[in-house]
């Protein structure tokens, strides 16, 4: 599966209504600066853009939780600080968000 695909299969699962599909993906991938690995395979992404990937996932549906395993790991400095902004804008918008560390 695309990345695209990917987001688009998590959108159905959380329930988001159809006409708002386009706008939260593109979301998404406008924060976590996605658009440009968005239609290739997921399996060919770095590490790096599988975690933004996969944070862009746990961002959708307007969770009151959030859930982070070492969100930035593998990730270039640019790519971390954009995720970092994302999480944040996330934390002022009334989110819950818990990151763990194996620290």
């Not at 990917?6 to 706008?23: D, F, P, Q």
């Not at 009151?64 to 934390?91: C, K």
Request: include cysteine; glycine fraction near 6%; aromatic fraction near 6%.
């Amino acid at each position: 599966m695309t990345g695209r695909e990917m987001l688009v299969m998590y959108v159905c699962i959380h329930g988001i209504r159809e006409r708002h599909i386009s706008a939260c993906m593109d979301q998404i991938l406008d924060d976590l600066l996605m658009y440009t690995y968005a239609d290739k395979l997921v399996k060919t992404y770095s590490s790096g853009n599988k975690q933004k990937l996969s944070t862009g996932i746990a961002l959708l549906g307007e969770p009151a939780v959030i859930f982070l395993d070492e969100p930035s790991t593998g990730m270039d400095p640019v790519a971390r600080r954009l995720l970092w902004d994302t999480i944040a804008r996330a934390r002022e918008s009334g989110k819950a968000i818990v990151i763990t560390s194996h620290m």
